[in-house]
């Protein structure tokens, strides 16, 4: 669920970027994908620990924190095979 929120708030993103120029579109733009990340990081945050520290659904949290983390990672590895720098990834 997580994943779809943020996903959703880099397509906002994305179409913020292309949009500049119409301020009103682009202030409603700005507004969701705010609210897009603020709803992901509640999300997160109650799945993975409350006020007092105890953590109701662990897995959750550490499940959805891991995929995020690798995604990055690949991504990272990615664009370094196709960059022109003089660096291998294994």
């Known amino acids: ?25 682009h202030k409603l733009l700005h507004a969701r994908q705010l609210g897009l990340k603020l709803i992901a990081n509640v999300t997160f945050g109650y799945a993975a620990a409350n006020f007092s520290g105890r953590m109701p659904c ?25 960059s022109h720098f003089p660096v291998s990834v294994n």
Do not use: A, F, P, Q
């Not at 669920?1 to 579109?25: A, N, Q």
């Not at 995929?67 to 095979?81: D, G, M, R």
């Open 1 to 25: 669920m997580v994943e779809e929120i943020l996903d959703t708030r880099l397509m906002v993103k994305r179409c913020m970027s292309r949009y500049k120029s119409d301020k009103g579109l």
């Open 58 to 82: 662990v897995e959750v949290g550490v499940e959805t924190k891991i995929n995020i983390e690798s995604k990055h990672i690949v991504l990272v590895i990615s664009i370094v095979k196709h």
